[in-house]
């Protein structure tokens, strides 16, 4: 059985700072990509930034430049330090995995539960 589970979130004013984290536990081979989506309110989920086994990352339009995806694979860590916050990044945020538990079997994908951000003053 695998876990993911976030931390970090909180409030926060208009452009403070905050460094989420997430940590992959349970039985597993290898962690593959990783990823940091977020939802607002009445909005669809949505991918914020993505990170390979290797460190190659991409990062959604609206955050680059302020947000950095990063990883420690010796951990089974994930990371997002975010800068410059906005009003408009308030959301729950959810760490992505695809993990495989076996060396033989297939990839799974796993959520965390979210960790909310909201920023206001």
């Known amino acids: 059985q695998v876990q993911l589970v976030e931390s970090g979130g909180g409030l926060v004013q208009p452009g403070g700072s905050l460094r989420l984290s997430c940590a992959a536990s349970g039985t597993i081979f290898k962690v593959n990509s990783m990823a940091w989506y977020r939802q607002a309110p009445g909005k669809q989920r949505e991918l914020v930034a993505v990170?390979?086994?290797?460190?190659?990352?991409n990062s959604a339009g609206p955050v680059r430049g302020r947000f950095t995806i990063s990883r420690d694979n010796a951990k089974n860590m994930l990371y997002l330090q975010m800068n410059s916050l906005k009003p408009e990044d308030t959301a729950v945020y959810y760490c992505?995995?695809?993990?495989?538990?076996?060396?033989?079997?297939?990839?799974?994908?796993?959520w965390g539960q979210g960790t909310q951000v909201t920023v206001s003053s």
């Open positions: 990170i390979s086994t290797g460190g190659s990352t």
């Open positions: 992505n995995a695809a993990i495989q538990t076996t060396n033989w079997g297939p990839t799974y994908n796993y």
